[in-house]
């Protein structure tokens, strides 16, 4: 259902995600944290089906081939939400570890440790 | 003996619980009784054995079913043999129960200590009676971790601890080898019983066509060797026997226990259980050569032992080799060797122990170079010792004497029949046996000859080793204080406590009966348990069997003279034949310890290597290690399922998805090369657009608002923070980058199989189908239950706040704690451990009022998903 393109797509996103989370910059680890769980999101709603109409009441239902599913779409509308959490919490965290060590290099603090 | 009684499966179910339900309830009782528990330990005991006995004229077995989706149940079987070992385990139990009144007096931790040990004992007759592979297994791990708590007892103590982990790895190894033959023997049971079967009676009853089975599918060898191992391991056999002397750094009751009735047993026990099954010319080899070896290895690293524990230990490893090659014999005289030593060795060496314990507990030594002549301090437990020793060196008229007998006539037999290199088999039996005689002599030491122990404040003689029999000074006459200084006062060695009585003295009793009145075993219980190793289930006989004191001159009279010439003649030059075996054990290689020690401390080493290169404590590398493994581990199995990939464009994908969805890899792109942070978290926020716009086109509009809701508050929130950070470091060099590329790229593509993979045989969407069946998009006519009970009519929204309501209440609270963490990590900075905000003096560095804000964004975050769930619902 997915084919090639979202793939090709997903493992972009995932790759380039990879590629930050590996940086000295812990403010890039965070986008990177967050990039995957975008493409993470984005994998399970192209799980659920493209093609339909939007599970909501009598919207377009005259017509309509099919209904996206409304199971995947509650999931990954809490996916979000703690997504937000958890990159907006990294990014507090980021601030902090750069009051307490004056610096925000992973390397640096690694061997500050 | 005709012993068709059904067994009742309650009476056997409360003996092998009642043990257990004690030991849940030892720490309460202790508070109660105190020290006092040991005796309603030994209570336990004595119902557990009055429970067994109970059921001494049952034959058969009876079933409780555990887990009868996979065919497991609680089978329990009763038989001479699980007789047998279960009155040993839990008469000995009994008498150690006892003992430990007295000799654990004082001692620390004995809530543990006893629930442990009542919890062993439990285990144990768990095992013999479990006629399940299943049952069987746990009874037999159970058996190995109660003991490592029992060996490990003086926790403080490190050789204690070394001695635990020792038999914990070799028992539990052992073990996962058993389990690994149980399986083998379960996925065969289908060719020769008909179906695949977990019960362990029927594939006793049918052993020829086990057998046969086995044989076709080239099982045979390699289950005999698994369940050898297994059975070896926990038997002490060599190599396996260095976990036994070290398990003596246990409390000398458990050692006790160990090495007479019980874990040492176990092994044995399986080998005889499982005798009727595997008997084979493979068989007979292969426990002959383990069990000789045993028995010869075990005697000579007992002579060279200097501790009267470790001779005891080494010892026991040997007459387990003695029981095990008797098993090993085809003929019917190897059955009743093995089963009759079982009862024998378990008589004999408790007592042996317990006489350890007492002179270990008054004397205050255990070494054979420290201790002497202790016959007239010691009386009754010196006579104990005397008939113990004796029946453990096989002389008449003792008990040993009949099995070693009957190890004899069966060693000869097998030679006579099969002639040539067979001879070698008698030949090493009666080595081995010599060997015996010998250190059950100098057991013997510490009674005899000269007095000396260190309590007795007399070190002159430490240079000598006992053996100058007959020199007796008898300056010690019983006046005066051991530790006051002068030369031998016996006051230093005190009568032991009655309790640590009992049990030597009634198990030399035992000893001596049997010795005299063979028939009393062999026509009981012995007689069935060498039926049960010997025929399979309900093709006894019922006779037993039956041995006496010789009359005639048979070659098994004259093997016995011969080990007890040999051993006596051996007595005089005693120590040049210590220091032999001393000299050998000398070099490294030639100790089991040696590659034991090397094998746990190269796992060590090669474990810490590990850990030195995967937990750097530097976050690239656990990322590189997390990522890199899933990757690999991802693609790796893929490429052995092979699975259909679904190559094609797929449905729904529009120009408009395709288009949206490269700008969102271009944007990422972006982010990856951004120049400076608000730049990146520019195109961060771009990428996040870009999925919103394709929620909107996959037609999930919920996803897209609550998206664009977060985006935006992700994008203040960095944008606030990254203000203060400084503004961009960290230029990537090109070497890294390339490695870094690699690994991404590798992930790239295990993303890119697993979504092809992973999305292409679309399974029945069921829930998808009965959800929107309830929404009324189905059918024919709306059913109308989201919308009529779940008051709304997005499907989204009512699954969110009515079908999984208490998990998005669950998932508010994460959001509400995130805000408070950030509160916290924003404001308390200076204040150093206070808890309340509210005492907070705001360091006057900008932090409180971001703090505030980032707070507020948490709240509205908090009511995100909520309010617009709220507004369609109503």
């Not at chain 2, 839990?90 to 809530?111: E, I, N, R, W």
């Not at chain 2, 010869?296 to 690293?301: D, Q, S």
Request: proline content about 4%; charged content about 15%.
């Amino acid at each position: 259902m997915t084919g090639v393109v979202l793939a090709t797509v997903l493992g972009a996103l995932f790759a380039l995600g990879t590629f930050l989370v590996l940086r000295r910059d812990v403010v890039r680890v965070v986008w990177g944290v967050a990039v995957v769980a975008q493409a993470a999101n984005l994998y399970l709603v192209t799980m659920g089906g493209l093609a339909g109409i939007a599970p909501i009441g009598k919207f377009g239902k005259e017509g309509a081939t099919g209904v996206t599913d409304p199971l995947v779409q509650a999931l990954v509308l809490t996916a979000i939400v703690i997504s937000f959490g958890t990159t907006a919490f990294a990014l507090v965290l980021t601030y902090r570890v750069y009051e307490e060590h004056g610096t925000v290099d992973v390397g640096e603090l690694g061997a500050a440790e | 003996m005709t012993a068709h009684a059904q067994p009742d499966a309650a009476l056997l179910l409360a003996a092998i619980g009642l043990p257990f339900a004690a030991a849940v309830l030892v720490p309460a009782l202790y508070r109660l009784v105190g020290e006092r528990v040991a005796y309603v330990g030994a209570a336990v005991a004595a119902g557990s054995l009055a429970l067994v006995f109970s059921q001494f004229d049952a034959t058969g077995s009876v079933v409780v079913d555990w887990i009868p989706a996979y065919g497991i149940a609680l089978r329990l079987y009763v038989d001479g043999l699980s007789l047998l070992v279960a009155l040993l385990a839990s008469g000995v139990g009994v008498l150690v129960f006892t003992y430990c009144g007295g000799y654990m007096h004082g001692k620390d931790a004995q809530p543990r200590f006893y629930a442990s040990l009542l919890a062993f004992m439990g285990s144990m007759l768990g095992l013999v009676f479990a006629a399940d592979l299943i049952a069987l297994f746990v009874f037999w791990e159970l058996t190995s971790l109660t003991s490592f708590s029992l060996i490990g007892h003086y926790s403080t103590s490190e050789d204690a601890v070394y001695a635990a982990r020792k038999s914990m790895l070799i028992t539990v190894a052992g073990g996962l080898f058993l389990l690994a033959g149980l399986i083998a023997l379960y996925s065969v049971s289908g060719d020769a019983l008909g179906a695949r079967t977990f019960d362990l009676v029927a594939m006793l009853e049918e052993g020829e066509a086990m057998r046969a089975a086995l044989r076709d599918r080239g099982l045979f060898l390699p289950v005999l060797g698994l369940v050898g191992v297994g059975a070896a391991a926990k038997s002490a056999q060599v190599p396996l026997h260095v976990w036994l002397p070290d398990a003596m750094e246990a409390p000398t009751p458990v050692s006790a226990f160990l090495h007479s009735a019980t874990m040492v047993k176990a092994g044995v026990y399986l080998f005889g259980r499982m005798r009727p099954l595997l008997r084979s010319p493979e068989w007979e080899a292969s426990l002959l050569a383990l069990g000789l070896t045993t028995m010869t290895v075990g005697a000579l690293l007992a002579v060279a032992a200097d501790d009267v524990k470790a001779l005891l230990a080494y010892s026991t490893a040997s007459h387990l080799g003695l029981i095990t090659a008797g098993f090993g014999f085809q003929s019917k005289l190897g059955a009743e060797t093995g089963a009759f030593h079982v009862l024998n060795h378990a008589v004999f060496k408790a007592a042996l122990f317990l006489v350890a314990g007492i002179v270990a507990h008054e004397a205050g030594s255990q070494l054979l170079s420290e201790l002497g002549g202790l016959r007239r301090d010691l009386p009754l437990t010196a006579g104990v010792a005397g008939l113990a020793a004796v029946s453990m060196a096989g002389l008449p008229p003792l008990n040993g004497f009949h099995s070693k007998e009957l190890l004899f006539e069966a060693a000869y037999e097998f030679a006579a029949h099969d002639g040539g290199l067979a001879w070698a088999v008698p030949v090493v039996a009666v080595g081995a046996s010599a060997f015996t005689v010998l250190y059950s002599y100098r057991f013997l030491t510490l009674f005899l000859g000269e007095r000396r122990a260190p309590h007795l404040d007399d070190r002159a003689a430490l240079e000598h080793d006992g053996d100058d029999d007959g020199d007796e000074r008898g300056a010690d006459d019983g006046h005066g204080h051991g530790h006051s200084g002068g030369h031998g006062h016996a006051d230093g060695i005190s009568r032991p406590p009655l309790p640590m009585l009992v049990g030597p003295v009634v198990l030399a009793v035992a000893a001596v009966v049997v010795g005299l009145r063979p028939g009393l075993a062999t026509g009981g219980v012995v007689g069935r348990a060498f039926e049960a190793a010997q025929f399979a289930p309900g093709a006894t006989p019922g006779e037993g069997f039956s041995v006496a004191f010789p009359t005639e001159l048979k070659p098994a009279v004259v093997m016995s003279a011969v080990t007890v010439g040999v051993g006596a003649a051996m007595v005089p030059v005693e120590r040049r034949v210590r220091d032999a075996v001393r000299a050998v054990l000398a070099r490294d290689p030639a100790t089991a310890d040696f590659y034991y020690d090397g094998a746990v401390d190269g796992l060590a080493d090669l474990s810490g290597a590990v850990v030195a290169r995967v937990q750097t404590g530097r976050l690239r590398t656990y990322a590189t290690w997390i990522l890199g493994g899933f990757a690999v581990l991802a693609l790796a199995g893929h490429a052995a399922a092979d699975p259909d990939l679904a190559l094609e464009l797929g449905d729904g994908v529009t120009v408009a998805t395709v288009l949206v969805s490269l700008l969102a890899v271009l944007s990422a792109a972006a982010v990856v090369r951004a120049a400076s942070h608000v730049a990146g978290v520019l195109v961060l926020s771009v990428v996040g657009l870009m999925i919103a716009v394709f929620y909107i086109l996959a037609a999930a509009p919920d996803l897209a608002l609550t998206q664009l809701l977060v985006e935006t508050l992700l994008l203040v929130l960095f944008l606030l923070v990254i203000k203060r950070l400084p503004p961009f470091y960290g230029e990537i060099d090109r070497l890294r980058a390339a490695r870094d590329g690699v690994l991404s790229l590798l992930v790239g593509a295990a993303v890119f199989v697993t979504v092809l993979a992973s999305t292409a045989p679309t399974p029945d969407p069921f829930l998808r189908r009965r959800l929107l069946e309830l929404a009324g998009f189905g059918g024919e006519e709306p059913v109308g239950f989201v919308t009529e009970l779940g008051g709304g009519a997005n499907v989204v929204n009512v699954v969110l706040v009515d079908f999984r309501a208490t998990d998005t209440l669950g998932e508010i609270s994460v959001v509400a704690m995130v805000a408070i963490s950030v509160v916290t990590l924003l404001r308390m900075r200076d204040v150093g451990g206070a808890v309340f905000p509210a005492d907070v003096a705001p360091s006057g560095d900008g932090t409180a009022p971001d703090g505030g804000r980032a707070e507020g964004e948490g709240d509205d975050a908090t009511d995100g998903p909520e309010s617009h769930d709220g507004g369609v619902d109503g």
